[in-house]
């Protein structure tokens, strides 16, 4: 990451190419990494990543699939965006360690990630769900068997970062969606919390979508919210 840059990936989900490219240029000066979504990458495909790569000046790549399925299959949909070189591929961590292996094993180069609990997820959900919680344990839990199946980053809520990160200790990157800036809509999200209290908390990227993206000015929304961030790194 340039040292100047903000350590927030803003969350590229748009109607169409010509938009998130043009999101892609504005927040590209002052942030480290795009994050492609599902709802982009099945619309666009390779072309998504190319022009976002392009656009923000050469970012970090957060490819976003949350892949969930037996091994034989998440690695052959992992071999198939190899040629994309992303930073980091998503990975749903319940799907087992062996499914998580099956991902490192074909992306020696790639961060694999593994999520752990969405956080649109309420303790009701989790409940609702089968899901051993609450959310803490339960994210405590994940990261520390994708970790033990090679994953190199994790996924978590805010809330859960510090706790994750007494996990799994130093040397992985943990990646907080639901960071809003105090005020903000929370939109669905259900655990969040400001891009000051995640960072704080051991956070080493910030996803970041709708108070960027949703702005009337996406450069200078991005602007405030690295400037609001450069105290504390």
């Known amino acids: 990451m340039i040292p100047s840059l903000a350590p927030v990936a803003v969350a590229l989900d748009g109607p169409n190419l010509a938009t998130i490219t043009a999101w892609a240029a504005a927040s590209g000066p002052h942030v480290s990494t795009m994050k ?3 709802e982009t990458y099945l619309r666009d495909g390779d072309s998504a990543i190319i022009a976002v790569r392009a656009a923000s000046g050469g970012r970090d790549i957060f490819l976003d699939l949350k892949l969930h399925d037996i091994p034989n299959t998440v690695a052959g949909a992992a071999r198939s965006i190899a040629h994309l070189s992303p930073k980091y591929l998503t990975v749903h961590a319940s799907g087992g360690a062996a499914m998580v292996r099956a991902a490192v094993g074909e992306l020696p180069d790639t961060l694999v990630t593994a999520v752990t609990v969405l956080t649109s997820l309420s303790e009701d959900d989790l409940a609702s769900i089968g899901l051993l919680g609450p959310a803490l344990d339960a994210a405590r839990r994940l990261a520390g068997l994708a970790v033990g199946a090679g994953a190199r980053a994790i996924v978590c809520s805010p809330q859960e970062v510090a706790a994750v990160r007494s996990e799994v200790g130093s ?3 943990l990646i907080t969606p639901g960071v ?6 929370l939109g669905d999200q259900s655990r969040v919390a400001t891009p000051e209290q995640a960072l704080a908390d051991g956070a080493d990227i910030l996803v970041i979508g709708r108070p960027i993206t949703a702005a009337a000015d996406v450069a200078a929304a991005a602007t405030v919210i690295a400037a609001s961030l450069r105290p504390l790194r």
Not at 180 to 185: E, K, L, M
């Open 180 to 185: 809003r800036p105090a005020g903000a809509d």
């Open 171 to 173: 040397g992985i990157v």
């Open 36 to 38: 492609v979504g599902l």
